[in-house]
């Protein structure tokens, strides 16, 4: 016998082996292929006595990895129906449901949600409703109803993640501002909203910065809303989020959506202020942008700007939640790192 000759025995023991239904059929192919007097495959070991030289060593080798498959397959069919008896046996077993079980791990919420919905408590008790919409977006409520038409430059900064390329209409939004709008046209005034969820910019990562992160949105629209309702309503959630004793800021921006624009920005917790790597050396981190919201948009809604006013916030929950833990790098909330989530 040849080492080819092994070789195709091993593989039709091996097709004999898949197809047994039983273990009575498995031992009969056992005996057939691997007994100890008159297997087919261990009967070679009496043929190896009378070899010498290469064909010897040729011969064992065949026979030797023939052996240990055939006897591996064995083994492992043999596991695979004394289980499907256990099985079978045990379905009509009387099952003891007030036998303890073993103890369930449990997780717990993600610092970025357990930071959305600490914010969503706080506006609720504000007398805002929290919303939902869509993650993919038509270009008309991403922007052109905000204000940004399409040639307008803010664009620049906020093109993103389209479907079938630029300009066709369709895209991973890049804030949940739209809500706005389709809250707006669905109903009159006034209005009290937070968008939670998840968008998308041409932003390069780094400390403070994600290409795709979360954003809470926020809208007041009434009667008589001013700048320093506004205000108010600014240091009142940050003193919420970060205590009394945190530093905390507004400064004038630039929104096309807004007029005028504040941003507010928190002491940095790693430095206090001094200056960091996280911080980039300014010592405060900008937590959201607001404003006053454009007439145009109110006209674009449909709401009337001689009558109404209102105020319009994005805040980033993970920035937040980067800042409120202390943690260095806004990216490490995502490395799915169990050393850092469990300290939560």
């Not at 609720?124 to 922007?143: C, M, Q, R, W």
């Not at 006209?299 to 993970?318: Q, T």
Request: aromatic share 6%; glycine share 12%; charged share 25%.
């Amino acid at each position: 016998m040849t080492g080819d000759d092994l070789q195709a025995l091993a593989r039709k023991a091996l097709e004999e082996i898949a197809r047994v239904a039983d273990l009575d059929q498995l031992e009969l192919v056992r005996r057939r292929y691997m007994a100890r007097h008159g297997g087919l495959i261990t009967s070679v070991a009496a043929e190896l006595g009378g070899l010498t030289g290469d064909a010897r060593a040729q011969i064992g080798k065949a026979f030797n990895a023939a052996k240990v498959t055939v006897g591996d397959a064995l083994a492992e069919r043999q596991r695979g129906l004394e289980g499907d008896g256990a099985g079978a046996g045990q379905a009509d077993e009387w099952l003891d449901l007030s036998h303890p079980i073993h103890p369930l791990g449990r997780g717990h919420e993600h610092p970025v949600a357990r930071t959305i919905r600490e914010i969503e408590d706080i506006f609720a008790k504000l007398g805002y409703t929290s919303v939902a919409g869509p993650e993919i977006e038509d270009d008309l409520h991403n922007f052109q109803l905000l204000n940004m038409p399409p040639e307008h430059p803010a664009r620049d900064a906020h093109d993103t993640f389209y479907l079938t390329g630029t300009g066709s209409g369709w895209l991973y939004r890049t804030h949940t501002s739209p809500m706005q709008m389709r809250t707006m046209l669905s109903g009159v005034p006034p209005f009290r909203i937070i968008v939670p969820g998840k968008v998308a910019r041409r932003d390069n990562p780094d400390p403070t910065h994600n290409p795709v992160f979360h954003q809470v949105e926020g809208l007041c629209v009434d009667e008589g809303v001013t700048v320093g309702d506004l205000k108010g309503t600014l240091e009142h959630v940050a003193r919420e989020l970060f205590g009394a004793d945190r530093g905390v800021r507004l400064r004038s921006s630039y929104f096309p959506y807004t007029e005028p624009s504040l941003e507010a920005d928190v002491a940095c917790g790693i430095c206090k202020g001094a200056g960091c790597r996280s911080c980039h050396g300014k010592g405060w981190i900008e937590i959201l942008g607001s404003g006053m919201v454009h007439p145009a948009v109110l006209r674009n809604a449909g709401v009337d700007p001689e009558r109404y006013s209102g105020f319009a916030f994005g805040m980033g929950p993970d920035r937040i939640a980067a800042l409120r833990y202390s943690l260095r790098d806004v990216r490490d909330l995502y490395e799915n790192d169990l050393r850092l989530l469990e300290c939560f």
